[in-house]
Structures are given as C-alpha cells and as structure tokens.
C-alpha cells in the first residue's frame, strides 16, 4: 500500500496531472507561443518597410526621414528580441508539464544563458574590435 506522504512527495517531483492544470499549461504555452509569432510578424513588418525606406532619396538639411526609418529600425529590432525572448520563455513552459521541479530547473537554466547572451564579455568585446580593426586594414586603399 502506498502511504499519503509518498503519493504528495511523487506528485512533487513529476507534477500533478489533473485536467484543469494541464490546461492551464497548454494555455499558456499556447499564449506565449502567439506572442512570440506576433512578435516576429511585426518585426518582419518593420525590417521591410525599412528596407523601401532605406533606399529613399534624402536631403542633407532634412534629417527627420533618417530618423523616421532609424526609429523603424529600432522598433523591428525590439520586435525581433521580444519574439526570441517568448520562445525562450516556451521552453520552462514545456517542461511545467512534467511538474514545478523541472520548470525551476529550466528557468535556471534559462537564465544562465540569457545571461551569456544579453552580456558582453571582454573577451567577446576585444574579438569584435579586432575583427573591425582587420576588416579595416585589408578594405583601406593606398593613395
């Protein structure tokens, strides 16, 4: 016979799986997944109106069609980092389904690599400089 104590400590580990939680985590997967692909439809949206933009003839004394397709382009790129931020947010999503242990685990997880990618290194800063520098140097012409 299985005693109480044994059958909270398994529903601990492994979640429970009524319906009404299920569906709650099948919800909200599904939610964040819809946020992630409007996310990205935008920014799609916006990169290609930048891309007409960008090849509109422009006047030096008039600077606010540079800003307005440099604004565009930022918000595109707000788009595209929020679309990536809801598809990393699915993945302890889906392991909620298997119970609060795992979701834990892989926000951890999570948040350790968000931390590698949203952070700049000096390692990683010097390599981007010496790229510039070496991209630099082969393009420069003599005169």
């Avoid at 604004?71 to 679309?83: Q, V, Y």
């Avoid at 119970?99 to 892989?106: C, E, N, Q």
């Avoid at 997880?109 to 010097?126: A, C, E, G, K, N």
């Amino acid at each position: 016979m299985v005693s109480p104590k044994e059958i909270k400590s398994t529903k601990l580990l492994y979640g429970n799986k009524t319906s009404m939680i299920s569906s709650i985590n099948v919800l909200t997967i599904l939610l964040c997944f819809l946020v992630a692909f409007l996310c990205n439809v935008q920014s799609i949206r916006y990169y290609a109106h930048v891309s007409f933009l960008a090849t509109m003839p422009t006047f030096k004394e008039r600077s606010d069609s540079i800003e307005y397709v440099a604004r565009n382009l930022n918000r595109g790129s707000m788009f595209w980092s929020l679309g990536l931020r809801a598809f990393y947010l699915s993945f302890p999503l889906f392991l909620w389904i298997y119970g609060s242990i795992p979701m834990f685990v892989g926000c951890c997880v999570m948040s350790i690599v968000l931390y590698f990618l949203d952070t700049t290194t000096s390692f990683t800063r010097d390599l981007h400089c010496q790229s510039i520098i070496e991209k630099r140097k082969e393009t420069d012409v003599d005169a």
